[in-house]
């Protein structure tokens, strides 16, 4: 099942720069990570607040891309550069199920759509994230597997927001997306709890 974390190898290669200043500046993986969470809580504040004016949704495809890569760095930074902890293994599932929620939150500020299926969504990505770390504890891979993982939120909801900006999408057909990406969300939990039994099998 492709999932838009396959392409993450690539995209890291592009970052190696920035992570090598980053480095030099004395920029530590923690630091990163709670950078990443914070804008996330600023922008949904910023967003939230100006949800009537549909252009202000422009604002979370670009910060979406903007925390892929801070999300990606904290991890090379980590691993690169010997700054892996116990504390930034916690603050990095954390501050990302964090952003998710503040993220996600916004679209209930918006009249057409269901209040109660946007926090549907949002427990569901929480335990689209919970799957992937019981793999740990059953002796598998922490696992990332898609079709809707952290990557895939990002990418669909950066392009319903910028259809929001951009008055291209419906604001009545958000429902039934949201619907979807529900199906999906549920599909990824039992893709990651399968992957993961079958990786202790092997």
Same mark, same amino acid.
């Given at each position: ?7 993450? @190898?690539?995209?890291? *290669?592009? +970052? ?13 993986? !923690?630091?990163? /990570? ?5 804008? *996330? ?19 979370? @495809?670009?910060?979406? =891309? ?40 916004? =679209? /209930?500020?918006?009249?057409?759509? !269901?209040?109660? +299926?946007?926090? =549907? ?19 598998? *891979? ?8 952290? *990557? ?15 008055? +291209? ?5 958000? !429902? /039934? ?10 599909? /990824? ?14």
């Amino acid at each position: 099942m492709f999932s838009i974390y396959q392409l993450k @190898p690539k995209f890291q *290669s592009q +970052l190696r720069p920035y992570v090598e200043g980053l480095y030099k500046a004395n920029i530590t993986a !923690n630091q990163v /990570t709670l950078i990443a969470c914070l804008g *996330s809580i600023a922008i949904a504040c910023i967003v939230g607040i100006l949800a009537s004016y549909q252009w202000i949704f422009c604002l979370i @495809p670009i910060w979406m =891309f903007i925390r892929m890569a801070l999300n990606a760095i904290d991890g090379m930074l980590a691993r690169e550069y010997q700054q892996k902890s116990n504390l930034g293994a916690y603050l990095n599932e954390i501050c990302d199920v964090i952003s998710d929620c503040a993220l996600l939150l916004i =679209f /209930t500020q918006l009249h057409e759509i !269901n209040s109660n +299926l946007v926090i =549907f969504v949002v427990l569901l990505s929480i335990l689209t994230e919970y799957s992937g770390i019981l793999g740990i504890m059953i002796g598998a *891979s922490r696992r990332y597997d898609g079709p809707m993982g952290k *990557s895939d939120r990002a990418f669909v909801f950066g392009m319903i927001s910028l259809g929001i900006a951009t008055y +291209l999408l419906p604001l009545n057909w958000l !429902n /039934t997306l949201l619907w979807i990406i529900s199906f999906l969300l549920i599909y /990824t939990v039992i893709n990651r709890v399968r992957k993961g039994m079958q990786e202790i099998q092997k």
